[in-house]
């Protein structure tokens, strides 16, 4: 006899228990079930039926214990039908593209998984979709702890982990009420109120060493949550003098570019923006690009320039 | 790799209400809506004719059309009540809750199918919706640079008419080129937008970021390459060089061995030792200027001592009465 691939076995008992008339036992799951037969003994059925009752859950289908008289001390289970169905949904062929789209920046990651399965219930009901992307997005991988921390965060429930601080290196426990995760510049970051520190932090998840604990629920002395972290943007526009010829790209996204009283320099004005981002892109010009405003953008690409000047001074002592 | 099982029964489920909706479907266009091959979509119809109630005897069974289904058509006689298309679930609506509101923040994709798709997701996910609430995305790079909108457009009408893009465009080492190039795929790390492509003053494959990207107009040649298929494996959008060189790093510099492929070498609470393959020098240099005091040490020394006078002259710009500084 073929054997039933898991796929099949989990499809067939979706059927059954949709369809059954009352709760079914694990017994007449196993003797009635395609599939289950396959189970050589009780422990097997007990694996088996453990796995696929996850996958269930994991698929969004509203799978009911029940326990009563009915059958003892057995269990029963059902499908409450009520809450099997998706809600109605009318997408037009440019939104499933989009939604195409959305579906694929976790390619790599653990939530490309449930991604992908959203994605294809969707399709059950949508047209064929029109791609008006025609791009491949990634977002960066989540790390570990974002499941643990996202569940966190919606139950409004405190963390604690243990965390390497960027400057001491040094890894200390710190109590968080998550507020959100933030992607930025191609990192994951968890925003929240530190009560050790007392203050309002960003910590990195990479830093994170080891996992996240989730403690009862406390609601003493809870702090609101804060807005949403937004970089440490430049307020006024910066004024660059940029060599002719010179730092193309910056050009590119320039306000405006004229010549400069300065012989030898052109003044080029950039729109406000990210000041990490900012300083990256000017300190990577080196002598190419001076920077006359703001105070904050010159403090810096300086604090960037002393830093590499002197990686050479082992060198120069020897 | 092979695929999850419940992802495959979330197709079944899907394809299967997808069917009961409609009369009749060919394989091929069954395939390409669920986005699998022809030969997938046919196992994928073979296990749902296996299936059905317990008892499993005729009339227990899911149906098809036996003589359509051999002329390649699909349709369903007998769904045993499947017909119903499934909720989405918890962590099904938050992965694609979050990953819509991410890529709304990427320039070139806000639009008002974006819009709208996401307010008709959030209706159908329900609580899950709050839930992907609590994620937040930083305005990406990308979105200080307002001309990467419109390359973008003159990409992607190169690659849906198959045709050749002419570019203008600055590198790493702040030298402008012209280059014609075979335009094979558009790529998001959702702070920057590059085009992969065959560059024929190269000869090879080169990643061009978006706004680097002086000007790009549609040529009138067509193409020869093929756009690609998504391929994660091959979505790294740097080359590998041929300069091996050592960056030890403040250990929240992590970012340069994960973003640039670099081999972790030595690791712990003070520092972190990166090994990168460098194609261009003076790509090396932007990127040791950019991390300042986040790099502790840089070998060979030959680099360390290009980029730190560069350093010194660009610090000097800073002193000088002329160099600006009123």
Known sequence: ?318 | MRERTADRVARLLAMIAYLAAREEVTLADLAAHFGVTPAQARRDVETLWMTGSPGYLHGDLIDFQYDRWEQGRVSLLDSQGMERPVRLGHGEAVALVVALRAIAELPGLAGPALTSALDKLTAAAGEAASTAAAVAVDRPAAADAPQVAAHLATVRDALARGRRLDLVYVGASDEVTRRTVEPLALLSDGDQWYLRAHCLRAGDVRHFRLDRVVSASVSDEASERRPEAADPAADSVRPRGDHEVTLTLDPRARWVAERFDGQILAESAEAITVLLHVADPSWLDALVLDLGPDLHALAPAEHARRVAAAARRALAAYDEPEGGRS
């Open chain 1, 1 to 318: 006899m073929a054997t039933v691939s898991p796929a099949e076995r989990l499809f067939d008992l979706v059927i059954a228990l949709r369809n059954a008339r009352a709760p079914m036992s694990r017994a007449q799951i196993r003797s009635g079930v395609n599939g289950y037969h396959e189970a050589e003994n009780d422990a097997a059925f007990e694996r088996m039926f453990e796995r696929d009752k996850v996958a269930l859950r994991e698929l969004g289908i509203p799978l009911l214990t029940i326990t009563g008289d009915a059958h003892g001390d057995e269990y029963g289970y059902r499908i409450d039908v009520s809450d099997y169905d998706l809600p109605p949904i009318e997408l037009t062929p440019e939104e499933i593209g989009v939604l195409g789209a959305a579906a694929q920046v976790w390619d790599g990651a653990d939530l490309a998984s449930p991604a992908r399965r959203g994605l294809t219930k969707l399709l059950a009901v949508a047209p064929a979709s029109t791609d008006p992307l025609a791009g491949r997005l990634r977002l960066p991988t989540p790390d570990e702890q974002f499941d643990a921390l996202l569940a966190a965060i919606s139950q409004r429930r405190l963390v604690t982990f243990a965390y390497r601080a960027a400057h001491s290196g040094a890894t200390q426990e710190r109590v968080v009420e998550p507020w959100r995760l933030l992607v930025s510049g191609g990192a994951w970051y968890l925003q929240g109120y530190d009560r050790v520190r007392a203050g309002e932090r960003l910590f990195r998840l990479s830093r994170v060493a080891g996992g996240v604990r989730v403690l009862p629920p406390d609601e003493s002395e809870r702090q609101p949550v804060g807005p949403a972290y937004e970089g440490r943007r430049t307020r006024t526009d910066a004024v660059l003098l940029v060599r002719p010829d010179r730092a193309t790209a910056l050009r590119l996204r320039a306000a405006s570019v004229e010549p400069d009283a300065r012989p030898g320099y052109d003044r080029v004005v950039l729109a406000p923006g990210d000041l990490g981002d900012l300083a990256s892109l000017v300190a990577g010009y080196a002598d190419a690009v001076v920077v006359l405003e703001p105070p904050e953008l010159v403090d810096a690409v300086r604090t960037r320039l002393l830093a590499v000047a002197a990686l050479d001074a082992g060198d120069a002592d020897a």
